[in-house]
């Protein structure tokens, strides 16, 4: 005689996750449909970057081309690349002096912004930290300078250049561009935000001195605002056209978009000049791009930096 076990049921376990209903999200929410003014923002999103996108798209096509291919084919696809042969001319026409004009370039834009860089720091630390009769007033002077069109500049100081004998030379366009009335004001405001008075004097009372905190201890809590005022005027400076052209006589001396436009003014009379202009375009995007990739994870982190503190 054989017994028969009874089915026990097993019991449900508390832990299991319910069965989620439709339309219902994984935290038991219920599913919201998109809204209209969502979709709207992605578009209105999605057709700025390509307004923005699409001019460089074109020059990278553009720059693979041949001179007749240039003006023959369609302007947003490929036709015969010869990237390389068309970058080879670049460096190699007129014996050269595209090399030249991007050394110039990273003479003015590199050395230029980080002194403009370490020297904006220095003024806007001095103006956050330090007391003195007249700061406001000095701090009024450097915003009205930030206000002030730098092209309205360009003539006096010109004058001012010729009459030192630094006219047509390297130093007339560096040293006004070492020079960043908007890097000192960004500099005073984060370091009021950024650089507490008590470490100060902590490190003070350490025996540390003046330039010694500023050096160790400022510089290094100002590096997001720094990374920001150097990026702006690494790009203010490279893309610059209108003081290169007043203080430069000499071809040898131009930056890049100075040479670019002389090589465009002369493509009407040699076209070959045409595809060089481009090539010569695309080659000197690369470095801005360069340099905002490599410096944007500072850049993002300082202004990040504090949001989530109570």
């Known amino acids: 005689m054989s017994v028969s076990t009874p089915h026990v049921k097993k019991p449900v376990s508390a832990s299991a996750p319910a069965p989620r209903a439709a339309g ?99 003024a806007g630390y001095a103006l956050a930290v330090y007391r003195f009769r007249g700061r ?12 002030l069109p730098s092209t309205t500049l ?47 004097e902590a490190a003070r009372v350490d025996g540390a001195g003046e330039w010694r905190i500023f050096g160790t201890l400022a510089l290094r809590t100002m590096t997001p605002a720094l990374v920001t005022v150097f990026l702006f005027q690494f790009v203010g400076i490279w893309n610059n056209y209108f003081l290169p052209l007043v203080m430069l006589s000499d071809d040898r001396k131009y930056p890049i978009t100075l040479g670019l436009t002389t090589w465009q003014t002369a493509a009407q009379r040699t076209p070959e000049l045409y595809q060089l202009t481009i090539g010569g375009a695309f080659l000197s995007i690369l470095p801005l791009a360069a340099a905002m990739l490599f410096l944007q994870r500072y850049w993002r982190s300082g202004l990040t930096q504090g949001s989530v503190k109570g």
């Open 24 to 122: 219902e999200r994984r935290d038991g929410r219920p599913r919201r449909g998109v809204k209209p003014s969502r979709v709207l923002l992605v578009a209105l999103l999605t057709v700025a970057a390509l307004y923005f996108l699409l001019p460089v798209y074109w020059l990278v096509v553009a720059s693979t081309k041949s001179s007749a291919d240039l003006f023959g084919t369609f302007g947003l696809w490929f036709s015969d690349p010869q990237w390389l042969h068309n970058l080879s001319n670049v460096f190699s026409y007129a014996d050269g002096i595209f090399w030249s004009w991007t050394w110039n370039s990273v003479l003015y834009a590199g050395v230029g912004g980080a002194l403009a860089t370490l020297l904006a720091g220095a």
């Open 136 to 147: 406001e007033a000095v701090f009024k002077v450097v915003l009205a300078g930030v206000l």
């Open 154 to 200: 360009a003539l006096p100081m010109y004058l001012l250049f010729s009459k030192a004998g630094l006219a047509n030379t390297h130093w007339a366009v560096l040293i006004p561009s070492m020079v960043s009335p908007f890097g000192v004001y960004l500099c005073r405001i984060y370091a009021e935000a950024a650089v507490p008075a008590e470490m100060l």
